[in-house]
């Protein structure tokens, strides 16, 4: 079992930045694909990006591409979501997941386990 919690989160301006945290319990931590997600009030949960197990590969929506990065320390079992030149539109619960694969493919869904979650609201 895999247990994840996040941190970071917060009110922000826009045009502001946010670090997400993520850090995991377990032994398996360094052979796990991670992703993050989020939930807009009103919407359906959707991908925002993935790391592969060595933080080699990294994947990103669209609508985070240039302004948000994902990355991975596996000694300390973390991973990060530095979120740049935030939009009110990026207004959501940020939640982290981990996927039992040596393969990202595909990065947007598979996740065997999730956070709690973490909210973030960026204010115009």
């Known amino acids: 079992q895999v247990q994840l919690v996040e941190s970071g989160g917060g009110l922000v301006q826009a045009g502001g930045s946010l670090r997400l945290s993520c850090t995991a319990s377990g032994r398996t931590f360094r052979s796990m694909v991670m992703g993050w997600f989020r939930q807009a009030p009103g919407k359906e949960r959707e991908f925002v990006s993935a790391?592969?197990?060595?933080?080699?590969?990294?994947y990103g929506a669209d609508s985070v591409k240039g302004r948000f990065t994902m990355s991975r320390d596996n000694a300390k079992n973390t991973v990060y979501l530095q979120m740049n030149s935030l939009k009110p539109e990026d207004t959501a619960v940020y939640y982290c997941?981990?996927?039992?694969?040596?393969?990202?493919?595909?990065?947007?869904?598979?996740?065997?386990?999730w956070g709690q979650g973490t909210q973030v609201t960026v204010s115009s």
């Open positions: 790391v592969s197990w060595s933080g080699g590969s990294t």
């Open positions: 997941a981990a996927k039992n694969s040596w393969a990202v493919s595909p990065p947007t869904r598979g996740y065997d386990y």
